[in-house]
């Protein structure tokens, strides 16, 4: 499930016209070769988060937003932004049911060459979509139900 949410998370903000138009790249990793600003996933991990009935995962990702310039008030915006897009993330996703988004904390730091740097952390509650059963492969029980047959 961890992998099919950075998937999810990574095409819901690229889908963001507002993001696209202002991020360069937005990358499932940080990217190697690409000018600011850029978005990326800098870590992520997984732990247990099973029920009764079905598997789930407490997921925490760490995304990296990576801006140039001299005015923080512009990185802290475009931080902003990747935060609402990130608390809108619709709960039905392909493989898993997102149960909550939790912003944990941020970190920024200014870095070499103008670059500032901002750290975003979420924790990410998911369970395993139930599948339906397929009403084809249901085994016929109606003959044990029914009782003894008929003697002589």
């Not at 991990?45 to 009764?52: F, G, N, P, Q, T």
């Not at 008030?73 to 990130?86: F, H, N």
């Not at 939790?102 to 509650?125: D, I, K, M, Q």
């Amino acid at each position: 499930m961890e992998s099919a949410l950075r998937t999810a998370l990574i095409g819901w903000l690229r889908d963001d016209p507002f993001l696209a138009a202002r991020i360069n790249t937005i990358e499932e990793e940080s990217p190697v070769q690409a000018s600011a600003p850029w978005l990326g996933i800098a870590a992520s991990a997984a732990a247990d988060w099973s029920c009764k009935d079905r598997r789930g995962r407490e997921v925490r990702v760490a995304l990296e937003l990576l801006d140039r310039g001299d005015d923080p008030a512009a990185t802290g915006d475009l931080a902003w932004a990747v935060e609402q897009r990130i608390a809108a993330l619709m709960p039905e996703q392909p493989g898993f049911l997102l149960v909550s988004v939790n912003f944990l904390r941020s970190r920024t730091e200014r870095r070499p060459r103008g670059g500032r740097a901002v750290l975003l952390e979420y924790r990410f509650l998911l369970l395993e979509r139930q599948v339906p059963a397929d009403p084809h492969n249901v085994p016929d029980h109606s003959a044990a139900t029914q009782g003894p047959a008929p003697g002589p």
